[in-house]
Nanobody, 113 residues
């Protein structure tokens, strides 16, 4: 059974930091590109960052220089370090495994002004 479980969301003031984690099971984690997406209220889901099996990364322009995606294949976990958070980063953040297109249930990040 495939599971992607996000954690680490919460309430933080603008300028603060959070680290999201996504623990995966039931997938070929080490060979899958993993991604973080987010969906703000009233908006479409958007890609935030992705990391390939070879650790190549890419980021949305809106988070470049502030967010860092990483992975630990030994733990089947992908991370999203978010620094210098802004109110516009408020959203539900979802983990995605591209191989099989699996999704987690999301974790809420709220950034107060």
């Amino acid at each position: 059974q495939v599971q992607l479980v996000e954690s680490g969301g919460g309430l933080v003031q603008a300028g603060g930091s959070l680290r999201l984690s996504c623990a995966a099971s039931g997938i070929f984690f080490s060979i899958s590109t993993m991604g973080w997406y987010r969906q703000a209220p009233g908006k479409q889901r958007e890609s935030v960052a992705a990391i390939t099996s070879l650790d190549s990364t890419n980021y949305a322009d809106s988070v470049k220089g502030r967010f860092t995606i990483s992975r630990d294949n030994a733990k089947n976990t992908v991370y999203l370090q978010m620094n210098s958070l802004k109110p516009e980063d408020t959203a539900v953040y979802y983990c995605n495994a591209r191989l099989g297109d699996y999704w987690g249930k999301g974790t809420l990040v709220t950034v107060s002004p």
